[in-house]
C-alpha cells in the first residue's frame, strides 16, 4: 500500500490567523488562487475560526462573501473550515438552530471540510454540528472531521485520546484530527498516538494532525507522525509559515519528494505563490498586523503549557493594569487556575478563561477575590463536563451557592434564529440569510458592518469607508 501523505495548507486561514490577527484581504488572496488549485493540496483552509469577526471588524468585509470567492477560483481543492461546535464562529454556546443553519449555508457556499472541536472535548458539545454535518453535507460530499483537543495533565493518556476518538467516529466523524493548537504534542509521544489511534480507529477513518511550530518541535512532529501512519498534516506555505503558525510546507514537501511518503507535490509549482505571499507578509508587517517575533521560538509554550496566542493576551491584560512585571507570577498561576477548574485544555474560549482569571488572582493579590463570569460559568458547568473533578473549595467560593449543571448547556437554550432575523429586518439591515449567522455570532460588530455596507451600496457617507464607523 502507498503511504502517501496529503497535505492541508492553512495559508488562506490559520497560518495569517497565528501570524497576523487574522488580517489577510480577500483580494491578496485572489491573485494565486487559482495556482493553489493546481497544486494537488488534500484541502485550503480558508475560512472559520477568527474569519468572521475579522472581515467584519477590520477588513469591511463579508465573510460569507470570502467564501463564495474562494470556492470560485478553488474548482479541485477542498476548501475547509474550522468550527468550535455549540460555540460555533463566536465564544458563547449557541442554539441547535444556529449550528443547523450555520452549518448548512457553509456547504451550500462552497466549504468541504469542516474541522469541530470542543475546547473542553466534551462530545455533547459537537453533537448538533456533527449532526447537521452529516445531513448537508451528503449532496456536497461534505467531509465532517472531528479533532481532539490535544494537551496534557493527569488525565490525558492514551487511553483518552483514543476512546475519545472512537467516540467522534461512533458519531460520523469521516477524519479524526489531532488538534496541538499549542505545539505541546512532542515528537516520540506523537508517533505512539498516532499509532495508537490508528489501530483502535476504522482503516477507512482517515487520521488528520494539526500542530503549530511554536516551540520549534513542529517539523519533528509532523515528520514523526507521518512514519507512524498519519494520513494528512497541517502546514503552512514558508512566508508565513513557523512560530505560532504551521510547520512550512515546502521544507516537509522536500523531504518526503522520492520516498513512500511522497506527496505528490511539485515543489516548483509552491515557489511562485510563496513569493507572492511573501510580499503579502511584507505588505502585513509594514501595516502593523504582523510582529515578527511571532516567527522565533518560544520554550516558555513547552515550560508553562501557555499557546503562543494566550501568553500575547496575557502580556496585554497586565499592559493594561500597569503590573507588567508580575508576567512570571501569572505564567507560574496558569497552571494553577487550570488544576482548580478540571484541567480544561487551553484552546478557545477555555484558554482565556483561565488566564484572566490568572491575572485577576495575581493582580489583586489574593485567589479568586474576584471571579469572572465566564470562569463562574466554568465551574457551573455551562461550557460542559470538565475532563477532571474541580477543586471543590475553589468552587464553593467562585459558586457562591450557584446551582451546577451536569446536562448538556445548550438544551437550556431556545430556538435564535427568528428572532435574530426578525431584529435584523425590522433595523433595514436584512440582506441574506447569511447575515443573520453574521449577526448572531457578533451582534455589534456586525450591526456596524451592515450600516457600512448599506451606506457604501446607497452612495452615502463617503468618509464611512474610511473608519467603519456608522453615524448614528
Known amino acids: 500500500m502507498s503511504k502517501k501523505v496529503m497535505i492541508m495548507d492553512t495559508i488562506l486561514r490559520d497560518a495569517h490567523q497565528s501570524h497576523a490577527a487574522t488580517r489577510m484581504r480577500t483580494e491578496q488572496m485572489i491573485p494565486v488562487l487559482s495556482q493553489l488549485d493546481e497544486v494537488g493540496y488534500y484541502s485550503l483552509e480558508g475560512w472559520g475560526g477568527a474569519t468572521f469577526d475579522s472581515c467584519m471588524r477590520f477588513l469591511h468585509e463579508d465573510p460569507w462573501e470570502r467564501l463564495r470567492t474562494l470556492r470560485k477560483y478553488l474548482k479541485k481543492t477542498p476548501i475547509q473550515m474550522l468550527l468550535r461546535g455549540q460555540n460555533l464562529l463566536g465564544y458563547r454556546n449557541y442554539a441547535d438552530d444556529l449550528v443547523e443553519r450555520v452549518v448548512e449555508k457553509s456547504f451550500e457556499n462552497g466549504v468541504r471540510v469542516i474541522r469541530v472541536f470542543d475546547a473542553l472535548n466534551d462530545p455533547r458539545n459537537i453533537e448538533a454540528s456533527m449532526k447537521a454535518m452529516k445531513k448537508y453535507g451528503e449532496g456536497y460530499g461534505g467531509i465532517a472531521e472531528a479533532a481532539i483537543s490535544y494537551t496534557s495533565g493527569p488525565v490525558y493518556n492514551l487511553d483518552y485520546f483514543v476512546n475519545l476518538a472512537k467516540t467522534y467516529e461512533s458519531m460520523g466523524a469521516d477524519n479524526i484530527c489531532i488538534k496541538d493548537m499549542a505545539n505541546l504534542l512532542l515528537p516520540f509521544d506523537a508517533y505512539n498516538l498516532v499509532i ?129 512585571e508580575k508576567l512570571q507570577e501569572v505564567l507560574a498561576e496558569v497552571p494553577n487556575v487550570r488544576r482548580d477548574c478540571g484541567y480544561p485544555p487551553l484552546v478557545t474560549p477555555s484558554s482565556q478563561i483561565v488566564g484572566t482569571q490568572a491575572v485577576m488572582n495575581v493582580v489583586m493579590g489574593e485567589r479568586y477575590k474576584m471571579v469572572t463570569k465566564e470562569t463562574r460559568d466554568l465551574f457551573a458547568g455551562k461550557y460542559g463536563q470538565l475532563p477532571m473533578p474541580v477543586n471543590e473549595e475553589v468552587a464553593e467560593k467562585v459558586l457562591k451557592g450557584e446551582k451546577r449543571i451536569t446536562y448538556r448547556p445548550a438544551d437550556d437554550l431556545q430556538p435564535e434564529y427568528e428572532k435574530l432575523k426578525a431584529e435584523l429586518v425590522e433595523k433595514g439591515l436584512y440582506t441574506q440569510e447569511e447575515d443573520v449567522l453574521s449577526y448572531a455570532s457578533f451582534p455589534e460588530v456586525a450591526e456596524n458592518f451592515f450600516k457600512w455596507r448599506k451606506a457604501a451600496r446607497e452612495g452615502v457617507d463617503g468618509d464611512m469607508a474610511k473608519t467603519g464607523v456608522y453615524p448614528v
Open 196 to 324: 495508537a489511534l490508528k489501530k483502535a480507529l476504522r482503516p477507512e477513518t482517515k487520521l488528520h494532525l494539526h500542530t503549530h511550530n511554536t516551540t520549534g518541535t513542529g517539523d519533528m512532529v509532523n515528520l514523526m507522525a507521518i512514519q507512524a501512519g498519519v494520513d494528512i498534516v497541517d502546514t503552512a506555505l514558508s512566508p508565513l509559515g513557523n512560530g505560532t503558525s504551521q510547520p512550512a510546507t515546502e521544507p516537509l514537501v522536500a523531504t518526503l519528494k522520492g520516498t513512500e511518503y511522497d506527496t505528490g507535490i511539485d515543489l516548483e509549482k509552491l515557489i511562485p505563490i510563496a513569493e507572492h505571499f511573501k510580499k503579502v507578509a511584507q505588505e502585513l508587517e509594514k501595516e502593523g498586523s504582523l510582529n515578527p517575533k511571532v516567527r522565533q521560538v518560544d520554550v516558555n509554550t513547552l515550560i508553562y503549557q501557555v499557546p503562543g496566542g494566550m501568553l500575547s493576551n496575557l502580556m496585554n491584560q497586565l499592559k493594561k493594569a500597569g503590573k507588567e
